[in-house]
Structures are given as structure tokens and as C-alpha cells.
Nanobody, 125 residues
Framework: QVALVESGGGLVQAGASLRLNCAPSGRTGSIHAMGWFRQAPREERKFVAAITWGRGDTAYADSVKGRFTISRDNAKNTVYLQMNSLKPEDTAVYYC??????????????????WGQGTQVTVSS
């Protein structure tokens, strides 16, 4: 089992920055990749970014490329999502996810077998 705890959400104005943190615990040695997804009201959960735990390969949704950066600190067992130039359309609950097996698809939510509780990000115009 892997438990995930997110932190770092909040209310900011458009153009500001936020950094989300995700700290896995439990069988962290089994993690293959971690990702961030977001869900706005009345919308489905959508892929934001992902990173492999070993090599650090990354993937991003087109909507956040050039603005968001995912990174990990293996020593601290933490994954970060640095969000710059935030827009009102980035407003959502952001979820951290982890999977303990290989999949060639980063953006598919069902391929992740552990999820955090979510943290709210609100961007005002």
C-alpha cells in the first residue's frame, strides 16, 4: 500500500505561482511513476503531469506545458508541481496519484492505483 498526502493549494490571483507537494508513504519502493490530475466542478478528472520515479521522465498536458513543472526529490520522497502563470481555468481540485507498475500511458487515470485526497487550487481573475 502507498498513501499520498498533498499540500500547497490555495487561492491566488491570475499570473501568480503555487507549488503543490505530494508525499508518499508506505511501500514507496514499489512506486514506478507519479502524476498530478485535476478536476474542476462538473468536469471529469484530467491529466496534468507525470514523472517516473527512477529515471525522472516527465509528461505534461498541452494546457500546462511551459507553465507547470513536475519534479521529484527521491531523498525526501516528495513530488512537486510548480505552477507558474496561473490562469482562472487552472482552478480545480488537484490530486496526486501513484502507480506501482509500468504503463506506457501517463495520462490515463485508471492506470494509477493510489490516490491522494486532493488539494484545492483557486485562481481569481
Amino acid at each position: 500500500q502507498v498513501a499520498l498526502v498533498e499540500s500547497g493549494g490555495g487561492l491566488v490571483q491570475a499570473g501568480a505561482s503555487l507549488r503543490l507537494n505530494c508525499a508518499p508513504s508506505g511501500r514507496t519502493g514499489s512506486i514506478h511513476a507519479m502524476g498530478w490530475f485535476r478536476q474542476a466542478p462538473r468536469e471529469e478528472r484530467k491529466f496534468v503531469a507525470a514523472i517516473t520515479w527512477g529515471r525522472g521522465d516527465t509528461a505534461y498536458a498541452d494546457s500546462v506545458k511551459g507553465r507547470f513543472t513536475i519534479s521529484r526529490d527521491n531523498a525526501k520522497n516528495t513530488v512537486y508541481l510548480q505552477m507558474n502563470s496561473l490562469k482562472p481555468e487552472d482552478t480545480a481540485v488537484y490530486y496526486c496519484a501513484a502507480r506501482t507498475y509500468f504503463s506506457p500511458t501517463f495520462s490515463s487515470a485508471p492506470t494509477y492505483n493510489f490516490w491522494g485526497q486532493g488539494t484545492q487550487v483557486t485562481v481569481s481573475s
